[in-house]
């Protein structure tokens, strides 16, 4: 049974403060990192304004008639972007009882050819409410703001690797797999699960909660602890690409959110940092004394892990999204599983 009972508190400004600190931080981090796979972060810099704002327009988007939202279904999204209703999106074959609007960064969709791999069709514009222009300018800033600070704290993880600081650099280039998730949980009768148990895919995880909990973390084996809501933090977790890039030094941790109680709903706003589509996730070589504490990284053999960045997120958006698998990569269906090409872990 794990002794650990809340997640540990960060202060990313002691990243930049004195060199006594810096250290200090870094041992922290060090340990948050490889022992719970979960921890708080402040001091993270992004201003607090913009996130009202980031708030105030998701309780909007989320308020506006069922018939605006559909406009921007994901369905009609070959690069999975869009508005999902509750129940729409899986975990581990079972329906998420929340609604949640998708974005990525706003790119123009590549040319493709018979010979492009199907992963190329997931770049390419978001969609936009037209019943709520403000949307737009404000996830962007915070996207943009997001993806600076995420690239900051994914540098620390590099020291805390004894790795030069720009050791992940090449695998985000100039086009990082950026992706937010506004999401509403409604407090209704009947819902069983808010978001099944899952880790998440990708490099780093970020969570802007309001003032309802939901979210648990499972420390160890069937032991889950809250992860309540903390004024001024984010939620940070580690993915299993960065799992995967220290040999399973760092840990990605499985955690599930819970619904709220029957009356209630809880507006949560994500954003997860990925690498490049194109990139291939090596396993870094560590110091010898970290290397000899690192455990591999786990992989669920119904759901191999993949070192290739694109043919993962494809997967797991298959996997998610049955609907709109069907209707733009029903070439790649019925075996998502198929989709295990090169190597695995």
């Known amino acids: 049974m794990s002794t650990i009972t809340s997640?540990?508190?960060?202060?990313?400004?002691?990243?930049?403060?004195?060199?006594?600190?810096?250290?200090s931080f870094l041992q922290t981090l060090r340990h948050a990192a490889r022992e719970v796979g979960f921890f708080y972060l402040s001091g993270h810099g992004i201003d607090p304004g913009l996130q009202r704002q980031l708030q105030r327009v998701a309780r909007a988007f989320f308020d506006l008639p069922p018939e605006a939202k559909q406009q921007v279904a994901m369905i009609h999204s070959p690069h999975f972007r869009g508005y999902n209703r509750p129940g729409a999106e899986l975990t581990r074959g079972q329906p998420d009882w929340r609604e949640q609007f998708d974005i990525g960064a706003e790119r123009r969709a590549l040319t493709l050819t018979a010979d492009s791999p199907p992963w190329g069709r997931l770049q390419g514009p978001n969609q936009w409410p037209a019943a709520l222009p403000e949307l737009?300018?404000?996830?962007?800033?915070?996207?943009?703001?997001?993806?600076?600070?995420?690239?900051?704290?994914?540098?620390?993880?590099?020291?805390?690797?004894?790795?030069?600081?720009a050791a992940f650099d090449a695998l985000h280039g100039e086009q990082p797999n950026e992706h937010i998730k506004l999401i509403r949980y409604p407090g209704e009768h009947g819902a069983t699960q808010g978001v099944g148990p899952h880790k998440d895919s990708g490099f780093l995880s970020f969570l802007l909660q309001d003032s309802q909990p939901g979210l648990q973390v499972e420390v160890a084996p069937e032991h889950w602890i809250d992860a309540p809501p903390r004024p001024g933090t984010f939620v940070v977790?580690?993915?299993?690409?960065?799992?995967?890039?220290?040999?399973?030094?760092?840990?990605?941790?499985?955690?599930?959110?819970?619904?709220?109680?029957?009356?209630?709903?809880?507006?949560?706003?994500?954003?997860?940092?990925?690498?490049?589509?194109?990139?291939?996730?090596?396993?870094?070589?560590?110091?010898?004394?970290?290397?000899?504490?690192?455990?591999?990284?786990?992989?669920?053999?119904?759901?191999?892990?993949?070192?290739?960045?694109?043919?993962?997120?494809?997967?797991?958006?298959?996997?998610?999204?049955?609907?709109?698998?069907?209707?733009?990569?029903?070439?790649?269906?019925?075996?998502?599983?198929?989709?295990?090409?090169?190597?695995?872990?």
């Open 237 to 345: 977790n580690i993915g299993e690409l960065l799992e995967l890039a220290s040999n399973g030094y760092l840990r990605a941790t499985v955690h599930r959110v819970v619904p709220p109680a029957v009356g209630h709903d809880r507006l949560s706003i994500a954003f997860f940092l990925g690498a490049q589509l194109d990139a291939v996730v090596p396993v870094y070589p560590l110091p010898e004394a970290l290397a000899r504490e690192a455990r591999g990284p786990a992989t669920d053999p119904l759901n191999p892990l993949l070192r290739e960045v694109g043919w993962n997120y494809l997967k797991g958006r298959l996997r998610s999204h049955p609907d709109v698998a069907q209707r733009h990569y029903a070439d790649l269906l019925p075996a998502p599983q198929a989709l295990a090409v090169g190597d695995t872990y």
């Open 7 to 23: 997640l540990p508190v960060l202060d990313l400004g002691l990243f930049n403060a004195s060199p006594g600190q810096r250290a």
């Open 136 to 165: 737009r300018p404000v996830l962007l800033a915070w996207q943009q703001a997001m993806t600076r600070m995420s690239r900051t704290l994914l540098g620390a993880f590099a020291e805390v690797l004894e790795l030069p600081p």
